[in-house]
């Protein structure tokens, strides 16, 4: 199957601090999801990129589609407590979706 | 509420005998899929359904059956589990092909 590289793994910052994460790949991708899932939870859809270049923004979180639609990266600025968890981005290739392997984060107070 | 449900949310089992996990989705979505969880490898898709009859193998097919006879509901089916089918499963749906999916609760998978 398609491989998503995702980094990084796993993140310990400061409360207040900025995040950045990103997705990247060998493969085309039409569509790229960002999505957050806490413990024992499914994944909550956080951002959606359908158009390369795209820059969309959630709240705190700022998400881009790479332009050669091989990447993406999600931003988090000024962390809170409650942004604790895995982070997964999610390529569509025009078939499925594959995932990236999450990245955890972890905010300190 | 727009949801997808799952159920059971936990199930131990023993190798060989047959389970059902239900998936259901209230916001008559088209598309529905299956992944599984698992660690290092993240998520993973095991089939998706594009419409009422018509589903097709995600990556990791194998042991795996479903079926979708309504629009709402696509349950996943172990004829005959085996440890390796331990894991964590989530049913997602969506739109159409390639939107954004929306996960259910996921249910955690102990076969012995």
């Known amino acids: 199957g398609q491989q998503l590289n995702q980094s990084p793994q796993s993140m310990f910052i400061q409360e207040g601090e900025d995040v950045s994460m990103n997705c990247t790949s060998s493969?085309?991708?039409?569509?790229w999801l960002w999505y957050k899932q806490d413990p024992g939870e499914g994944p909550v859809l956080l951002i959606a990129?359908?158009?390369?270049?795209e820059l969309t923004s959630n709240g705190r979180l700022t998400a881009q589609f790479g332009i050669t639609r091989k990447d993406s990266f999600l931003n988090i600025s000024a962390s809170i407590p409650s942004d604790v968890g895995i982070y997964f981005c999610?390529?569509?290739?025009?078939?499925?979706?594959?995932f990236g392997t999450g990245t955890s984060l972890t905010v300190i107070p | 509420e727009a949801q997808v449900t799952q159920n059971p949310r936990y199930l131990i089992t023993v190798t060989g005998k047959k389970l059902t996990v239900t998936c259901s989705q209230n916001m008559n979505h088209e598309y529905m899929s299956w992944y599984r969880q698992d660690p290092g490898l993240g998520l993973r898709q095991i089939y998706y359904?594009?419409?009422?009859?018509?589903?097709d193998k995600g990556d990791v097919p194998e042991g795996y059956k479903v079926s979708r006879k309504e629009k709402r509901n696509f349950p996943l089916i172990l004829e005959s589990p085996s440890p390796n089918q331990t894991s964590l499963y989530f049913c997602?749906?969506?739109f159409g092909l390639g939107g954004e999916q929306y996960f259910g609760p996921g249910t955690r998978l102990t076969v012995t």
């Open positions: 493969s085309i991708f039409n569509t």
């Open positions: 359904s594009m419409n009422v009859e018509v589903t």
């Open positions: 999610a390529g569509f290739t025009g078939n499925q979706f594959y």
């Open positions: 997602a749906s969506s």
């Open positions: 990129l359908y158009k390369a270049g």
